[in-house]
């Protein structure tokens, strides 16, 4: 098919005769093909009537616009036509795209062909116009009736379910009927079949194509195309989609023509024209409130029946579809009804006539409709301006409830009676049927209505009762709500329930004014009930927070709706004192909480203050120096120290961001107390009793007590004590003091803490004389004694070689302050005597040793045995003489004591080191534990350089312990070198 060519025809001779075409339909009968593939024709052969003129048949056919895509099917028909038949054609272009046959498919911008639409009036105007023009023309004019290409939009409706076939069927019979009507039941009406969309499911084209087989049994109805059907597999369907996807291609346009004009002749040539029908009998006739008498029989033609009502409906269907029926000149389409309204009382007479298409005269049937007043006094609707009636509606029911919300304060019925001709009164005031009545008032509970209906007749009434219960008032709601701080957050709606308000801290209370939307209701502000419009009391307000519930209760007492404040009260930025005072007196200068820094003087004998400080704004912290204090309270007690104190008043506020501090400078005097609280010695109480009021003390201790400590307690702990010049802490033990015997002179001093103030004591110490008379050490030179020397023992012996012709005796005395004599001789302590002759035989030597005291004697004796000369004999011993410098092997002879005791008993009062005095060349060093040198001494000698646990660096007695010692010293020449360690005590 796509090969298809249109064979070029040369132009015929004019006949004078012109076969007219009305083109009508949507827009497959418009042409939405492509105009360079339809045929060129010459106007002898085919013309076309637009707008009031005549021109070629060419596309496009009707208005000369989008003329490419405005290719359709009627070049090709007219010249396959005119190459049958030798005729010239006339078209006239009725179609117009997007129409429907049924106005439900609701086509509201293209029109309808349905009765309610005005295309196919306009298409008979424009059709005789074209006839008359062509008449005017010269032609003798043919009206060869109409192609009709339509039924797309139809489809989608039924697809769609806006319509059904049924209804495109109905109305299409109706649309042919007027067609035939007009023009003549004989006027052939050409169907061209609808083809289908491009797209899934065709069941509505389905469904028109199979109702438009049934419209062709139709008289003068014949289908002259079926091929669209198949253009989808046929490929003839329209490739742009742009111009819709249910449009065909020129070259599909084309086949329809040709196929439509082939069978147009074969109609007319071989009579296959349905038989008009010459049937002009009604199926029936009746009404559609009553029943007509006779009975109806289509060969009865007069009819009555009597109405109380003034509406109804002739129903005057015709035996066969293509009858014409009217109904007092009204066409009523076959399968419709007539409505008829105003009926009045007494005789209305209807005249129905049927006329068919092959009848020469049509057939009249009379119904007469006598309207009587009606009896009947019942409603046929009854409907309320709000709620629902219980039960439903009857018009054999008289009773009813029916309820309304409490917002509903008047009602309105609008009674309907079933007979027009009814009078009804609501409450007693007349009403209307099918009118709203006034608005009837309703009091909250039951509120009975009475309608009454009078029928027509005056005689027949009855009534309907309706008991209309007005529920309390649900209204829980605020019409307002605002505060005594101003406006909320956000602006008042009844319909939002939660609401802020910020305030400044000064606001300490709000008042709040509800109003509620129902006067009815109650309302209650943080549970105490307020009037309506009325403010509540005034509301406390704490820093922060607070939650104002505003409940309102509806009439009903159950509908309850809560509006919620959340009022936010600022924290106070108040950080001032109202005042500040101190347990020691005013401040200085005096206080205003504008000033910021105080000055207070105190004496010595304030140890501690306490500060009351009170905020100007109670919610105010307070700290002093730090730590918190109840505003108004008075500070735990702070110590001073002598001098200068800053303690700082913190006030925070209780924003907890401003903040003030307070600053006062408290100046305690120092002290002026040069006094001891007491005073004593290591060896115990003094004399007279200590009274810090006496300064001069005595005290005695025996010669044995060689040294004291004293401990002196300053009343003041503040005060500084030295001891001989030596400070002292309070109460502490002081460096030992070396008493001498006789008067030793020990003073206290006591200096306050002011600097200035000072007080002495003195202790006049009296250490009693030493009765020890003991030796301590007894050296003889080349003399060894038996026993070995110990203080206790008093006499001893010695024998000596007869070549000791004398010795040397060193005494020493157990205390320092002991003299000795030796054969008479004073000898100083630990010195040699001079040499003592020894004779041959015995020889004693007395030593005898005072005591200090000058009474106490101990005498000590050594017997020396001198051996006799040898007797000479003939072998003589030999003399051997030392030669100075030599070197001798011999013992060094040095020992040093482990321990000292140098308290005073003669007993290890020193350290002795043994044969020292040989090596005068010698150098000792004594180190405490510490590592620290105590003492150090060249030429030590048991004498006069001796250690007494007195320090060589400081003259300080040494405290008990362990001590080590170096010594050094040269022996022949030689560097001896000898460590060890030693023992204080005392």
Not at 28 to 44: C, E, H, Q, R
Not at 318 to 324: I, M, P
Not at 675 to 689: F, N, W
Not at 904 to 928: A, H, S
Request: with cysteine; proline share 5%.
């Amino acid at each position: 098919m796509d090969n298809i060519v249109i064979p070029e025809i040369k132009t015929k001779a004019d006949t004078g005769q012109i076969d007219h075409f009305i083109i009508a339909g949507q827009s497959n009968a418009v042409g939405k093909g492509d105009t360079t593939f339809s045929p060129k024709l010459a106007i002898d052969i085919a013309s076309q009537y637009w707008n009031g003129a005549i021109r070629a048949a060419n596309d496009p056919i009707g208005p000369i616009s989008d003329s490419l895509y405005r290719g359709s099917a009627w070049p090709a028909f007219a010249l396959r036509y005119n190459q049958l038949t030798g005729h010239k054609v006339a078209f006239v272009q009725c179609a117009v795209g997007a129409t429907s046959q049924v106005a439900a498919t609701k086509p509201e911008v293209a029109g309808t062909w349905d009765t309610t639409g005005t295309l196919f009036t306009t298409m008979i105007a424009r059709s005789d116009s074209s006839m008359a023009a062509f008449t005017t023309a010269g032609y003798r004019v043919n009206n060869c009736g109409m192609l009709w290409l339509q039924g797309e939009q139809d489809a989608a409706g039924i697809e769609n379910g806006s319509i059904t076939g049924e209804d495109y069927y109905r109305r299409a019979i109706v649309m042919i009927n007027n067609f035939h009507a007009h023009y003549g039941a004989k006027i052939p009406f050409y169907l061209i079949k609808i083809g289908a969309e491009v797209k899934p499911g065709h069941y509505g084209f389905d469904t028109i194509r199979n109702r438009q087989e049934q419209l062709a049994k139709a008289g003068y109805v014949i289908i002259v195309s079926r091929l669209a059907a198949s253009y989808i597999k046929m490929g003839l369907m329209n490739p742009i989609l742009t111009l819709g996807n249910l449009h065909y291609s020129q070259q599909g346009y084309n086949v329809i023509g040709i196929n439509a004009a082939e069978n147009v002749v074969a109609g007319y040539k071989n009579n296959r024209f349905n038989t008009p029908s010459q049937n002009t009998d009604l199926a029936n006739l009746g009404i559609s409130n009553g029943k007509v008498s006779p009975a109806f029989n289509p060969k009865i033609n007069s009819y009555v029946t009597t109405l109380t009502t003034d509406t109804t409906s002739i129903v005057p269907p015709a035996a066969d579809t293509s009858g014409v029926v009217t109904v007092n000149g009204t066409i009523v389409p076959w399968g419709a009804v007539l409505p008829v309204a105003n009926l009045k009382f007494g005789v209305n007479t209807f005249s129905v006539s049927v006329a068919a298409p092959g009848a020469s005269a049509a057939n009249t049937y009379i119904l007469a409709i006598n309207r009587v007043p009606s009896p009947d006094a019942s409603l046929a609707a009854l409907t309320l301006s709000t709620g629902k009636l219980n039960p439903k509606f009857s018009p054999a029911i008289n009773t009813y409830v029916a309820s309304t919300n409490s917002n509903i304060n008047s009602i309105s019925l609008t009674p309907t009676t079933s007979d027009a001709g009814t009078v009804v009164t609501v409450n007693g005031v007349p009403v209307m049927s099918g009118v709203a009545s006034a608005n009837l008032p309703l009091i909250t509970g039951a509120n009975m209505i009475n309608i009454i209906i009078t029928a027509a007749d005056g005689i027949s009434t009855q009534t309907y009762t309706i008991t209309v219960t007005r529920a309390p008032s649900a209204n829980a709601k605020l019409l307002n709500l605002t505060t005594s701080s101003g406006a909320l957050i956000p602006a008042f709606s009844n319909n939002l329930t939660s609401y802020t308000k910020a305030v400044s801290n000064n606001v300490a209370s709000i008042i709040v004014t509800p109003t509620a939307a129902d006067s009815t209701a109650t309302i209650s502000v943080n549970g105490a009930i307020v009037p309506s419009r009325s403010p509540s009391g005034y509301i406390p307000l704490i820093v922060g927070a607070n939650v104002i519930n505003t409940i309102v209760t509806a009439q009903d007492g159950f509908s309850r709706q809560t509006y919620t404040i959340t009022i936010n009260r600022a924290a106070s930025t108040n950080a001032k004192l109202l005042s500040l005072t101190t347990s020691s007196g005013a401040l200085s200068p005096a206080f205003i909480n504008t000033t910021g820094t105080y000055s207070k003087a105190v004496g010595n004998n304030v140890a501690s203050i306490t500060f009351t400080a009170k905020a100007a704004d109670p919610t105010a912290v307070v700290k002093v120096n730090g730590t918190a204090v109840p505003s108004g309270t008075a500070s735990a007690a702070i110590q001073l120290a002598v001098g200068s104190n800053t303690i700082t008043i913190a006030v925070t506020a209780q924003d907890g961001v401003t903040a003030i501090t307070y600053s006062i400078i408290v100046n305690r005097a120092a002290s002026s107390n040069a006094k001891l609280l007491s005073l004593t010695t290591s060896y115990g109480a003094i004399s007279p009793a200590f009274i810090n009021t006496t300064v001069s003390y005595t005290k005695s201790v025996s010669n044995t007590i060689s040294n004291i400590t004293v401990t002196a307690k300053a009343a003041d702990p503040s005060a500084v004590i030295t001891i001989n010049g030596i400070p002292v802490i309070s109460g502490a033990a002081s460096a030992v003091i070396l008493l001498k015997a006789g008067t030793n002179l020990i003073t206290i001093l006591v200096t306050a803490q002011d600097g200035v103030t000072t007080n002495a004591y003195t202790i006049i110490l009296t250490r009693l004389p030493s009765s020890n008379s003991r030796m301590s050490a007894l050296h003889l030179s080349d003399v060894t004694l038996s026993p070995t020397f110990i203080g206790t023992t008093n006499s001893y012996t010695a024998a000596v070689a007869n070549t000791v012709t004398s010795t040397t005796v060193t005494p020493k005395t157990a205390e320092p302050n002991a003299t000795v004599t030796v054969n008479g001789t004073t000898v100083t302590s630990g010195t040699a005597s001079a040499p003592i002759a020894l004779s041959v035989g015995s020889n004693v030597i007395t030593m005898t040793v005072t005591a200090q005291d000058g009474i106490t004697l101990t005498i000590y004796t050594v017997t020396i045995t001198r051996a006799a000369a040898p007797v000479n004999s003939i072998y003589d011993m030999a003399s051997v003489s030392v030669v100075p410098g030599m070197p001798q092997i011999s013992n060094d002879g040095i020992s040093v004591n482990q321990g000292l005791s140098p308290n005073g008993d003669g007993l290890n009062d020193i350290l002795m080191i043994k044969g020292i005095t040989r090596y005068p060349d010698n150098k000792l060093m004594i180190m405490n534990r510490s590592g620290e040198l105590v003492y150090e001494i060249k030429g030590y000698d048991n004498i006069t350089k001796v250690f007494d646990g007195h320090s060589s660096k400081t003259g300080a007695m040494q405290l008990p312990g362990t001590y080590f010692y170096s010594l050094d010293y040269s022996a022949d020449g030689i560097a001896k070198h000898k460590t060890g360690f030693i023992v204080l005590k005392y």
